[in-house]
């Protein structure tokens, strides 16, 4: 592995966000540097239904350009798989609108995967450390002083780590509000039932979660994020699963 390769990998996987031996998929708020400065997003509301093997995320925002020009921009949508090899994919299928119209997607702007034989994760055939990163986009106009909504939908398969495989995760990435300035207001939920969270492992970061037996919540003012903004809500599964599975 070259001494670049290497500082990549570490810079993916260093810090306290997500353990190495989670297998996961997720995605995130999107980014677009051209409209830094000029666009703002007003409020954004996001929300994830959990299967026993799925989550369905709905991402809604608000945009407001108040400049007397028009924004050309492309709207960057990171996808994320860790350890891919250990999960049941590594790939998210969007379903767009932009002002409730269809924003059809654009094809991968990036694709770039590391991994390190030497750091070994899994539960039963350890396999070597992965991580894929992989960007979509969304080609929009921001009118001139104007407001517009952008609706996201996708799904993922839950995350596993822990020992033995058993913890469950859904992940969510927020770096791209760096792009928007403050948000007034971030709504975060997550929806299950009792069969599906049997109980909740940990919920991060310290947002001021509301934790139930049918779901999750926080809510973030002025939002922006910090070194660490990556959501992540762990738990065990209900029901019974095969170790490892």
């Not at 989550?55 to 960057?76: G, H, I, S």
């Not at 058993?166 to 760096?178: C, H, I, K, N, P």
């Amino acid at each position: 592995m070259s001494l670049a390769a290497f500082a990549l990998l570490l810079s993916l996987q260093s810090g306290p966000n997500l353990p190495k031996d989670v297998a996961v998929v997720y995605a995130g708020i999107p980014a677009c540097k051209e409209a830094r400065g000029a666009v703002r997003m007003q409020g954004l509301s996001v929300s994830a239904t959990l299967d026993r093997e799925n989550a369905a995320f709905e991402l809604l925002c608000w945009f407001k350009n108040a400049t007397a020009a028009d924004v050309p921009a492309t709207l960057l949508l990171p996808v994320v798989a860790q350890n891919p090899v250990l999960g049941r994919g590594y790939d998210i299928r969007f379903d767009a609108t932009w002002d409730k119209a269809p924003a059809p997607m654009v094809p991968a702007l990036t694709d770039q995967s590391v991994s390190d034989p030497a750091l070994l994760v899994g539960t039963k055939n350890k396999v070597p450390y992965a991580r894929r990163e992989r960007t979509h986009g969304i080609r929009v106009v921001f009118k001139a002083n104007a407001t517009h909504a952008l609706r996201l939908r996708w799904q993922t398969p839950i995350g596993k780590g822990g020992l033995d495989g058993m913890l469950r995760y859904v992940v969510f990435d927020t770096a791209g509000a760096a792009d928007w300035g403050p948000i007034p207001q971030f709504n975060f939920a997550i929806r299950y039932t009792p069969a599906v969270v049997f109980q909740t492992y940990e919920a991060k970061p310290a947002w001021g979660w509301q934790i139930g037996p049918r779901g999750a919540f926080f809510k973030r003012t002025d939002f922006q994020p910090g070194p660490d903004g990556l959501v992540r809500f762990a738990y065990y599964p209900g029901g019974f699963d095969r170790i490892g599975e």
